[in-house]
């Protein structure tokens, strides 16, 4: 059966009405009456499937497995949107000629308890009542594997000899929740500018459904900038060993989020790098150091690279190569940071000369971009020295691009 669009719309509010209130059934939240008040219209098809998450409690020994939690969430979702030939769903159906008829009606009776029992198995999954059973694939169908990593730009305070995060949780995006990566592990704690110049660090490997996915947030140790005087979870470490606690606005509460598109595919393994940039997350507020949300998500076998060597003839000691997705410099760029803002802030990334007089620009999806060339004095900025226009990008390859302070263009 096909449905209409707007059948398809009204499955898809109904399925994220069912998963939020089996949700807020577990934790204790609701209980079945308030979620059937929440929802009246829905009364009817929600109560049964409410019902199985009421009555059965999770026993304390069983533990089901993280990557058939995934399985049973597809399985789920797949009995509501009719997917499976025994539950074809919505609850009505409609005829020119008459009122609405009950579409479960039209089946015989032992499709139905095939359905049910479908559906129930799947409710009590998600409720993590039902345990994976022994002999079966470790992999799910419908489910893939997200390998993530981290990374960061490099900083341009001189000064600053590490920037400490620690991750509690690792949660991504999918039908408006966030799901918890129960493979990981937490608290972890990682020091960001140990993975600069296109290091990177597995954060770990996750059971995902199959789709498509444009966000992933981390549950930091982080409390709310004025509730505490220290934060041992995250914090700046400076040359002389002190440190300063890094705090953000509402608190750890609603997560540190990443953004960028990539897809998981059934039974395969898509590898995904978030790019932190402390450079653009780290600003100072009045005494305070406050993290603002500034990762993007990169697909690993999508991404490219920029590096080369540097000829430093200018006065300045450091050199900095800010990448500019092509047509988006502006001169504004340049001006002093105002408020909880840093200089060159649409900067996709940026690379540090080395001491061998080398730079790197990694995890640059394919496309054209613009070098602006930097002269800095330790983390004093001094000015932009010039532009290399029009720099070829191709994923899975290095483009090599040589910078002379003295050869370069006045404008991009």
């Known amino acids: 059966m096909k449905f209409e669009k707007g059948e398809e719309t009204e499955l898809k509010k109904f399925e994220d009405i069912l998963a939020q209130c089996i949700e807020d059934i577990k934790a204790g939240r609701a209980s079945i009456e308030d979620c059937l008040d929440r929802y009246p219209s829905m009364r009817e098809q929600l109560e049964p499937l409410l019902r199985i998450a009421l009555e059965i409690r999770e026993p304390p020994d069983v533990k089901p497995s993280s990557s058939f939690k ?10 509501i949107h009719g997917r499976q030939a025994v539950t074809k769903w919505p609850w009505s159906r409609y005829n020119s000629q008459m009122k609405p008829i009950p579409y479960i009606r039209r089946f015989s009776m032992a499709r139905v308890i095939v359905a049910a029992v479908a559906i129930s198995l799947a409710v009590l999954a998600v409720l993590g009542v039902v345990y994976w059973t022994p002999g079966t694939p470790e ?204 200089r060159f802030p649409d900067a996709i990334t940026s690379g540090k000369m080395d001491e061998e007089g080398g730079y790197n620009l990694a995890l640059l999806a394919a496309g054209t971009y613009d070098l602006v060339v930097a002269g800095y004095n330790g983390a004093d900025f001094g000015e932009v020295l010039g532009f290399i226009s029009n720099v070829q990008v191709q994923s899975k390859k290095a483009t090599i691009q040589n910078i002379d302070t003295d050869a370069l263009e006045a404008s991009p």
């Open 70 to 79: 995934v399985k049973a969430r597809v399985q789920l979702m797949d009995q």
């Open 139 to 342: 992999q799910p169908l419908g489910t893939g594997t997200l390998k993530l990593y981290l990374s960061d730009a490099p900083l341009d305070a001189e000064n600053v000899t590490g920037v400490y995060i620690t991750i509690n949780e690792i949660q991504y995006h999918l039908g408006r929740q966030w799901i918890t990566c129960e493979e990981f592990e937490g608290p972890k704690k990682y020091n960001l500018l140990e993975l600069t110049g296109g290091n990177i660090t597995l954060l770990g490997e996750f059971a995902l459904p199959a789709g498509n996915y444009t966000q992933i947030r981390f549950m930091l140790d982080i409390p709310e900038m004025g509730s505490h005087k220290a934060n041992p979870g995250c914090y700046i470490e400076f040359a002389d060993n002190s440190t300063e606690p890094l705090f953000v606005p509402s608190g750890g509460e609603t997560g540190y989020k990443a953004t960028g598109r990539f897809e998981v595919t059934a039974n395969e393994t898509v590898e995904v790098t978030a790019d932190f940039d402390v450079r653009k997350a780290v600003v100072v507020a009045g005494s305070s150091y406050i993290l603002n949300p500034t990762i993007r998500l990169i697909v690993n076998s999508q991404a490219g690279s920029i590096s080369g060597s540097i000829t430093n003839s200018s006065n300045y000691t450091d050199i900095i190569v800010f990448a500019y997705e092509d047509g988006t410099w502006r001169e504004k760029e340049t001006n002093e940071p105002a408020g909880q803002k840093s």
